[in-house]
């Protein structure tokens, strides 16, 4: 088939899949609504997991693409304003990156230019036809027609619109807190702390030489203006037990509702969804972006057997085999995220809950088996 890949949307996912095509020369086209700085700015993600490097390792992409320092194995954890470090038991776990996100999107980006992809910034395309003969529509009304569509275009895009809603279910899990996410011009100084404290959870980690993301567990009711500069160092105070080695100038705050989605089927006709597209992971887990990149993996993978070997069977399997990987990582995303807010603030969800979260926190440092799960789980290794 000489028609291309149409890739829509310019995240980790949508660019990591056009790299890997491109390497093996299946011809794509990726269609980003946003300007090409807005992409190359937008932070969120800040780990690239073991699992992930060697994605890109394989693909002959890890030194032009991944970027960062090495992770370290102990998480900075801190119990009742007192530090308890946690250190991971899985030697591959220092094969991942503490990368922000935008600097691995700049880096997807330039490397899929410089081998001569067709990347196009500013250009919010419709899903009109996901059948036999797969298009998107411009906005100028242009048809472009395309093999099939990667809907890589995030947890609010085009392309899931354009699956029957009879065909398609939405399953929800809300957690029933938020977390207010700040991003400081503050060099961290560890690469995480994370605070357990009946105040509710908090969290720093490093984004970069320079910046600092702070997390604060908050209801879902509060706003930003409920949190203003000085509220959020207190805050930050009093559930760490100490104040954060520097402070600075705070550059953004949003609220960010934890919650879980997953769609299923991540497959109609000609149609597949990658990422958050097909499913959102909450932070606590680290997950996010990793999830994007195995899902570009795995359809790399199915599109280059198709156009190698004519044959659909990795094709039709892709939604079954994602979901399956999808909820394992949900399950954990869960355990971890329940664990570490219940066993600070018991008034979320009683004191039973509260003492149960203790004793899984525990076993962490008690159990061999079970600190070599999360360091699987962490390392995106089970
Ligand atoms: P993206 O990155 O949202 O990219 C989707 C792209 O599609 C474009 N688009 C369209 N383009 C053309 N036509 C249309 N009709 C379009 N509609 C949309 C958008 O402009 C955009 O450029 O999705 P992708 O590639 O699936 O990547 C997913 C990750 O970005 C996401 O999972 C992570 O950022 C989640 N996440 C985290 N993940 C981690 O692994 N570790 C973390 O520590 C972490 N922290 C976070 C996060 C997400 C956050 N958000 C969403 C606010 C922290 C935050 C604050």
């Given at each position: 088939?000489?028609?291309?890949?149409?890739?829509?949307?310019?995240?980790?996912?949508?660019?990591?899949?056009?790299?890997?095509l491109?390497?093996?020369?299946?011809?794509?086209?990726?269609?980003?609504?946003?300007?090409?700085?807005?992409?190359?700015?937008?932070q969120?993600?800040?780990?690239?997991?073991?699992?992930?490097?060697?994605?890109?390792?394989?693909?002959?992409?890890?030194?032009?693409?991944?970027?960062?320092?090495?992770?370290?194995?102990?998480?900075?954890?801190?119990?009742?304003?007192?530090?308890?470090?946690?250190?991971?038991?899985l030697?591959?776990?220092?094969?991942?990156?503490?990368?922000?996100?935008?600097?691995?999107?700049?880096?997807?980006?330039?490397?899929?230019?410089?081998?001569?992809?067709?990347?196009?910034?500013?250009?919010?395309?419709?899903?009109?036809?996901?059948?036999?003969?797969?298009?998107?529509?411009?906005?100028?009304?242009?048809?472009?027609?395309?093999?099939?569509?990667?809907?890589?275009?995030?947890?609010?895009?085009?392309?899931?619109?354009?699956?029957?809603?009879?065909?398609i279910?939405?399953?929800?899990?809300?957690?029933?807190?938020?977390?207010?996410?700040?991003?400081?011009?503050?060099?961290?100084t560890?690469?995480?702390?994370?605070?357990?404290?009946?105040?509710?959870?908090?969290?720093?980690?490093?984004?970069?030489?320079?910046?600092?993301?702070?997390?604060?567990?908050?209801?879902?009711?509060?706003?930003?203006?409920?949190?203003?500069?000085?509220?959020?160092?207190?805050?930050?105070?009093?559930?760490?037990?100490?104040?954060?080695?520097?402070?600075g100038?705070?550059?953004?705050k949003?609220?960010?509702?934890?919650?879980?989605?997953?769609?299923?089927?991540?497959?109609?006709?000609?149609?597949?969804?990658?990422g958050?597209?097909?499913?959102?992971?909450?932070?606590?887990?680290?997950?996010g972006?990793?999830?994007?990149?195995?899902?570009?993996?795995?359809?790399?993978?199915?599109?280059?057997?198709?156009?190698?070997?004519?044959?659909?069977?990795?094709?039709?399997?892709?939604?079954?085999?994602?979901?399956?990987?999808?909820?394992?990582?949900?399950?954990?995303?869960?355990?971890?995220?329940?664990?570490?807010?219940?066993?600070?603030?018991p008034?979320?969800?009683?004191?039973?809950?509260?003492?149960?979260a203790?004793?899984?926190?525990?076993?962490?440092?008690?159990?061999?088996?079970?600190?070599?799960?999360?360091?699987?789980?962490?390392?995106?290794?089970?």
């Amino acid at each position: 088939e000489h028609r291309p890949v149409l890739i829509v949307g310019a995240g980790v996912a949508g660019l990591a899949l056009g790299n890997f095509l491109l390497r093996e020369g299946i011809p794509c086209v990726v269609f980003e609504r946003r300007g090409r700085e807005y992409v190359e700015r937008r932070q969120r993600a800040g780990v690239i997991d073991t699992r992930a490097t060697r994605v890109f390792r394989k693909r002959g992409l890890e030194d032009r693409v991944v970027g960062g320092t090495p992770i370290k194995p102990t998480l900075g954890f801190r119990v009742d304003g007192q530090p308890r470090p946690l250190t991971l038991s899985l030697e591959e776990h220092g094969e991942g990156r503490l990368c922000p996100q935008q600097v691995l999107v700049r880096n997807l980006i330039t490397a899929f230019e410089e081998d001569g992809g067709d990347l196009r910034f500013d250009t919010e395309v419709s899903v009109e036809d996901i059948g036999e003969r797969p298009c998107v529509r411009l906005g100028d009304g242009t048809i472009v027609e395309g093999a099939f569509i990667a809907g890589c275009d995030g947890n609010h895009g085009a392309s899931r619109a354009a699956i029957p809603e009879d065909r398609i279910t939405r399953h929800t899990h809300e957690y029933g807190y938020a977390w207010l996410v700040v991003l400081a011009d503050v060099p961290a100084t560890h690469q995480t702390v994370m605070a357990i404290h009946r105040r509710g959870f908090a969290a720093q980690f490093a984004r970069g030489p320079r910046a600092s993301r702070f997390y604060l567990q908050c209801p879902l009711e509060d706003t930003t203006e409920d949190w203003p500069d000085e509220r959020i160092w207190s805050e930050l105070e009093t559930r760490f037990g100490e104040p954060p080695a520097t402070t600075g100038a705070i550059v953004e705050k949003q609220l960010l509702p934890l919650r879980g989605e997953v769609l299923s089927p991540m497959s109609h006709g000609r149609l597949h969804l990658l990422g958050d597209a097909a499913h959102i992971i909450p932070p606590m887990s680290a997950k996010g972006m990793n999830l994007a990149l195995y899902d570009a993996n795995a359809f790399a993978d199915a599109l280059i057997h198709y156009y190698k070997e004519g044959d659909t069977g990795p094709l039709d399997a892709y939604s079954d085999d994602r979901l399956r990987e999808v909820w394992n990582y949900q399950a954990f995303a869960t355990w971890f995220t329940d664990t570490v807010h219940d066993a600070g603030d018991p008034s979320h969800r009683g004191e039973f809950r509260h003492r149960v979260a203790r004793a899984d926190f525990d076993r962490l440092y008690n159990s061999a088996t079970a600190n070599r799960l999360l360091s699987e789980f962490v390392a995106g290794l089970t």
